[in-house]
């Protein structure tokens, strides 16, 4: 089974009027944040704290009492599925992998495993984890770096999993594009690189000339009170473009599993998408 990409993207908190969350804003116990694009919401728990880190795409849960990092992960799937991901070795990139430590267990709708972090030995991990509408797997996968307190940070992972709101997302189609971003995006290869406070990223995109793409990402170094891990996924699916001017236009991913993602787009000295600066590269993947 392919890699689940972390959830992420456009979330928003009810304790600040729906505000759309911020970069480098570090959200408290009781915050409710959710996703537009998956309909998923949550409220962070007491003692702990969620951030999405300056540059990043990727929320994180936070304890610094103990010792513990949560991160959210979701991918199309059914329950079959689901128990074959949870039952085998999980890679969270080339050197670092979860390796089952116990059976899968179920209890109501939430199924949970224990393992062993290979490339990590000082780390313990858990997963608690559902499928949600429409078809999706969703799973908490909490690192632990305190042997001691490994059964409270477990609590809290089967309490958020089994605490979520869910909401219907609209269905959303994707355009044919046109203009001058269509013509520059296709067959083309853009990637961005981020690093800072010991967390680095890269995202990687190809863009086929048959309107297809494909997503890399992948994460490492983020340590959040010593529990440091690791991350890749991989996505896929449909793209277009729009814009006639290189000053402004707008590029949208249409994700397999249903996830829609527009980014504005700019070209001056550099090529930016939301602002960010990425890098187009040579195409060696697709036409």
């Not at 009027?17 to 944040?33: L, M, S, T």
């Not at 170094?221 to 890749?232: K, L, N, P, V």
């Not at 707008?250 to 550099?270: A, D, F, T």
Request: aromatic share 10%.
């Amino acid at each position: 089974m392919h890699l689940w990409k972390i959830l992420l993207i456009v979330l928003s908190s009810t304790t600040c009027f729906a505000e759309e969350v911020q970069q480098g804003k570090i959200y408290p116990a009781g915050a409710y944040v959710e996703s537009s694009h998956t309909g998923i919401g949550l409220t962070i728990p007491q003692g702990w704290q969620g951030a999405w880190p300056s540059g990043s795409e990727m929320f994180v849960l936070e304890s610094t009492a103990l010792k513990a990092n949560i991160f959210m992960a979701m991918q199309a799937s059914d329950e079959n599925s689901l128990k074959v991901w949870m039952s085998n070795t999980i890679a969270l990139d080339t050197s670092v992998q979860l390796q089952p430590a116990s059976s899968l267990k179920k209890a109501g709708n939430i199924y949970t495993a224990n393992y062993t972090v290979v490339g990590a030995p000082q780390l313990s991990a858990y997963i608690a984890a559902q499928i949600v509408p429409p078809a999706n797997g969703l799973a908490f996968i909490a690192l632990s770096a305190d042997a001691t307190k490994t059964r409270q940070v477990e609590k809290v992972t089967r309490t958020l999993a089994g605490a979520l709101t869910i909401k219907p997302v609209a269905t959303q189609t994707t355009n044919t594009g046109s203009g001058f971003w269509q013509d520059y995006f296709k067959g083309g290869y853009i990637v961005r690189y981020f690093s800072g406070s010991g967390y680095t990223e890269q995202q990687h995109l190809w863009l086929c000339s048959d309107g297809s793409f494909q997503y890399k990402f992948s994460s490492g170094g983020y340590s959040m009170s010593g529990a440091s891990g690791a991350s890749s996924s991989r996505s896929d699916g449909r793209w277009s473009a729009n814009g006639a001017s290189e000053n402004e236009g707008q590029l949208i991913l249409q994700h397999s599993n249903g996830n829609q993602k527009s980014y504005r787009v700019s070209l001056g000295k550099e090529l930016k998408l939301n602002g960010k600066k990425w890098l187009p590269d040579t195409n060696k993947v697709c036409d």
